[in-house]
């Protein structure tokens, strides 16, 4: 099971922190990632971190903007997201790894969150 939570509201150039808690997997030898869905689009692939958490991956829409981590210890992981903008606006999901690689392709997830909403004004 995988639970999101810290989306919400926020004017543009605002920030905002969304977590992933996962259970009864093994976290810690998996892939995560972030998703996103806005009305009307496909699901894109926004970030994602190796299982050492040493590697990440960022779509070209929000590198330098926003930052994926992971707590292993805790079974979580985030996406700090700063300086949004009203293109961010989507339902983001979490997303845990299938097998070895990992990417910000869904190609390379089996496992999905419910979502949580992110809307920038």
């Known amino acids: 099971q995988l639970v999101e939570s810290g989306g919400g509201s926020v004017q543009s150039g605002g920030s905002l922190r969304l977590s992933c808690a996962a259970s009864r997997w093994p976290f810690s030898r998996s892939c995560m990632g972030w998703f996103r869905q806005a009305p009307g689009k496909e699901r894109e692939g926004v970030a994602a971190?190796?299982?050492?958490?040493?590697?990440?991956h960022y779509a070209d829409s929000v590198r330098g903007r926003f930052t994926i981590s992971r707590d292993n210890a805790k079974n979580t992981v985030y996406l700090q997201m700063d300086s949004l903008k009203s293109e961010d606006t989507a339902m983001y999901y979490c997303a845990l790894g299938s097998g070895r690689t990992c990417g910000t392709e869904t190609r390379h997830f089996g496992y999905w969150g419910q979502g949580t909403q992110v809307t920038v004004s």
């Open positions: 971190v190796y299982s050492s958490g040493s590697i990440t």
